[in-house]
């Protein structure tokens, strides 16, 4: 990245500061001022409602240049600091961040934050957790590619447990005397995809969004690594410890509107938690469990509470791709949309599973989803029907009948063959994650090795 100090901010509007996608490399103090003078004029404060530095790279100093204009923005709204720490040291990161943050921690209108594809491991993520812990008027938070990993990632969870705490106590605290623009406002959206979360973190992420559950309504967490033990976790709060009249599980986000755990893996266990829950979501208009190893018989359930609660009316969009699914799950899929129990169903991602395009179950939801576009009347650029079917995989007719004659053989053969796969690919993300320990974390195993060697067996 090379600094250009002719350039300006990208956008024209007096309440938009930006420099998104300029790649400047912005180091020093001096770096950075030409490129901030619209910041510097008396209107700026007032004005100014987005902020954009995303895909620069900007040192200490300049963070540190840039921090005391960033505190003027009292009407400051939203801020995209993604993507703004390429080619720095890990050593570099702590302090400008911090330097960014701290500018910005008071600002009593900033509700979103995206800081996305920046490094905060553990020794870089301290300086979020300080900022999460105090900004109460957060309502939108977006960590993407962030390499977090379970203990960072339970480092945040644990922030967003004490904002929790905060923002209720800000709410007793100004009862009857605030006025509506100036109330504390509900964490809605929480997207923390592509992070190495796993299992690990999740009695922490269930506590999280259990604090926020009265009014949190988008949660994306794809790609995450999370196994079915911390799936159920996350979705039913199994196992976490709350204190009274705390709860804890994505079940109790009455208000839930969209969740997307897509690339994490769920097999029977999981997929029986998310039937257990998934009926109370009645506001849920989007959900996204694709790649998630569902299995058929997991499948199965999950659609079942479709058609037997009828508590998903809302729903728009269901992803499920290369889950395993068979036509005996597409079946019951249709049957509760031919139930009228999905009345909202738009829009239906099902490549990559086991079936034939031409099964009869598959031809008439296509149909109802055809009829339902014609029929709706205003936008009709949001996405209808189903997604492309070019990857499916033909389930076996005969197996298929053999496996209804015996039921109980079709449970064990369809929980062994989805939970094989898992194993294997879960085999292969350990041996992949172990390929790239710290030669440090060696010396543990090697004096375990010793003991287990000295030990009479």
């Known amino acids: 990245m090379a600094s250009n100090p002719d350039s300006t901010p990208s956008s024209s509007s007096p309440t938009i500061f930006s420099l998104a996608g300029l790649s400047l490399k912005l180091s020093s103090a001096a770096d950075i001022q030409p490129h901030i003078k619209p910041l510097l004029t008396p209107d700026s404060a007032s004005q100014i409602t987005h902020l954009s530095l995303s895909g620069n790279t900007l040192g200490v100093p300049a963070c540190e240049a840039l921090a005391p204009h960033l505190r003027t923005l009292t009407s400051l709204r939203s801020i995209a600091l993604d993507d703004i720490f390429t080619s720095r040291l890990l050593s570099e990161i702590p302090p400008a961040l911090s330097a960014l943050l701290e500018a910005v921690v008071e600002l009593p209108y900033l509700e979103k934050v995206d800081l996305s594809d920046n490094a905060f491991g553990l020794n870089t993520v301290a300086p979020l ?3 999460l812990d105090r900004h109460t008027p957060l309502r ?3 960590l993407n590619n962030n390499g977090l990993g379970p203990q960072a990632g339970t480092m945040v969870a644990e922030a967003l447990i004490r904002l929790g705490t905060r923002k209720r106590e800000a709410r007793e605290k100004g009862k009857g005397e605030q006025k509506e623009e100036n109330k504390v406002p509900d964490l809605e959206l929480v997207i923390c995809g ?10 922490a992420w269930a506590k999280a969004v259990g604090v926020h559950r009265r009014g949190l309504k988008v949660v994306k ?4 690594g999370i196994r079915q033990e911390g799936i159920v976790t996350l979705l039913t709060g199994k196992g976490v410890v709350v204190g009274e009249g705390e709860e804890a599980g994505l079940k109790t986000c009455q208000e839930l509107q969209v969740l997307d755990l ?9 997929s029986q938690a998310l039937a257990g829950v998934v009926g109370g979501w009645t506001q849920l208009v989007e959900l996204g469990v694709g790649d998630c190893l569902l299995g058929s018989r997991g499948a199965r359930e999950v659609f079942s509470v479709f058609g037997a609660k009828g508590g998903n009316k809302a729903l728009r969009v269901l992803r499920a791709q290369y889950n395993e699914i068979d036509a ?3 079946e019951t899929l ?3 949309v031919k139930d009228g129990k999905l009345e909202g169903l738009r829009r239906v991602e099902v490549n990559g599973n086991r079936f034939a395009e031409d099964d009869s179950s598959v031809e008439n939801l296509k149909e109802v989803l055809e009829e339902r576009k014609e029929a709706a009347t205003g936008d009709m650029e949001d996405e209808w029907g189903l997604d492309d079917l070019s990857d499916l995989e033909d389930d076996d007719d005969e197996d298929e009948d053999e496996e209804d004659n015996e039921e109980e053989n079709e449970k064990d053969e369809d929980e062994e063959d989805v939970d094989n796969k898992a194993e294997g690919m879960l085999k292969e993300a350990d041996a992949e994650r172990d390929a790239n320990v710290p030669l440090e974390d060696d010396k543990d195993v090697d004096e375990l090795a010793t003991k287990l060697g000295k030990a009479d067996l």
């Open 262 to 270: 897509q690339d994490n893996t769920f097999t029977l266990v999981g």
């Open 129 to 131: 957790v300080a900022f």
């Open 221 to 224: 967490m794809v790609q995450n």
């Open 194 to 203: 592509r992070n190495r979360l796993e299992a690990g973190s999740m009695r």
């Open 328 to 330: 005996r799950a597409m």
């Open 334 to 336: 249709f049957k509760a």
């Open 140 to 142: 939108e938070l977006v």
